[in-house]
């Protein structure tokens, strides 16, 4: 078989794109085939009823995050401190300093290294003495950042997840200038037009030495596979022959979530003239959380309702929903927030590419070895995406660290060939 390049590139998130970006520099030949019409998978943007471009999807970073400042720095942009001093609230009221409690005992779960891999998350924190309050902040927190209901968790696959992503002094610290979708398509178009958009990949062929990577009407032939999509969308390719058993075990251990984003836009931030910053920390409902979102003149709340709860509401339609968003919003700041200038709704249920929230998780009880399996790849493939992160896994940081890695070991690979062959192992 002759290969058309050495590497084929499957998916152009972050992680697919610093692969392929690194790959690219290392001198190798590179095709990435991308299955949705845009570059950036789970980073995205659209235009607000005002007519701004904003990020839907993936959007902040943080100092501690150096991959994707690199990335940034090499595209000259600009980093925007998301800024805003104050108090914040926690809803209800009385839980405010139960939630500090709840989240630092949530922070700690990193440390956690050894936890029974039988115990359930939820029955860890029924277990512990603390007050209900405190109990409730823990399961919001989990609903809210993982995007999946904390009662399917485990307490180690948890434990192993928060383990790889070192504390943040602020998670929401900068945005990108002009969006991080915008970032992404600067970096696809330093690519050249290696990038293939609408390219759904549905077949790979595995042969000593290369792969046949199939999409519709058309077969890219490459020496290496990088898989940079997330676990449920490698699931369901059809690898032939099949992928070893603990691999495919692996990928069809992982679950998508459920995120919804709605950005509410203000003629005024009123929250700043009563001395807030914005953040209102929901104890009830379970996954929904507000922080500041504001960009130069243009001053706006956004609301991120993760777990089941996206699905609740998303389940009363458009306006009820949007109603109960500013509900929710009245609620914590007062009538002033009663009439935004626009509300904008992104959903990120699960769906064929692999969407559905920030991450996809290992739910359910077992030893949460699946990750590493995935790490090591298999012959012809490495795997990528942010769920593979050694650091910071379910953040754009984390997808460009996959996509680093995965890179580096297929160069490894193709300058030094395994001596044998066996696509079974
Ligand atoms: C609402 C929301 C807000 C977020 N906020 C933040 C934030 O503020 N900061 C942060 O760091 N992270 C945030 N994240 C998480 C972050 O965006 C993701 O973790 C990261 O972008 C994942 O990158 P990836 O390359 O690993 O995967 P993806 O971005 O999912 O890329 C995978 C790509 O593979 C493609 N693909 C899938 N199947 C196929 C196929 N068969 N053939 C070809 N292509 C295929 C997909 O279309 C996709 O483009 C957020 C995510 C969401 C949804």
Known sequence: MTPDVDVVVVGAGFSGLAAAAALVSAGRTVTV??????????????LDGLGRRVDSGGQYLADEMHAIRGLAERF?????????????????????????HGEQLYEELRDLHHADPHVAFDAWVDGLEASECTK????????GQMCLDHRTLGLAHVAHQLGRTPPLAAELQYSVEGTMHALAEQLAASLGDCV?????????????????????????????????????AAARLV?????????????????AGDVTKILVRYAQPFWHT???????????????????????????LVMFVGGPLAATWRGLGETARKQLAVQHLVQAFGENAAQPIDVLVRDWPPDEWGGGGYCQFVTGLGEPVQI??????????????????????????????????????????????PATTNLKE
């Open 274 to 300: 009563r001395g807030l910053d914005g953040t209102v920390r929901f104890n009830d409902p379970c996954g929904l959380y507000v922080s500041d979102a504001s960009a130069s003149d243009a001053h706006a």
């Open 76 to 100: 000259g942009a600009s980093l925007v401190r998301n800024e805003s001093p104050g108090d914040s609230i926690t809803l209800p009221k009385e839980c405010h300093d139960d939630w500090d």
């Open 239 to 255: 690898f032939d022959p099949p992928l070893p058993d603990r691999l495919a075990a692996a990928l069809a251990s992982f679950r």
């Open 33 to 46: 085939l991308e299955a949705r019409e845009r570059v950036g998978g789970r980073v995205e943007s659209m």
């Open 136 to 143: 409730a902040a823990i399961r919001s927190c989990t609903d």
């Open 372 to 417: 590493d399996a995935l790490m090591f790849g298999t012959e012809g493939v490495q795997f990528a995406s942010t769920e593979l992160a050694e650091l910071f896994p379910g953040y754009i940081e984390g997808a460009v660290h996959a996509g680093y890695r995965a890179a580096q070991r297929t160069i490894d690979l193709l300058d030094d060939p």
């Open 196 to 232: 293939r958009l609408g390219a759904v990949v549905h077949r790979i062929d595995r042969h000593p030495g290369g792969a046949a990577v199939h999409i519709d009407g058309d077969v890219v032939r490459c020496r290496h596979v990088v898989m940079a999509v997330p676990p449920t």
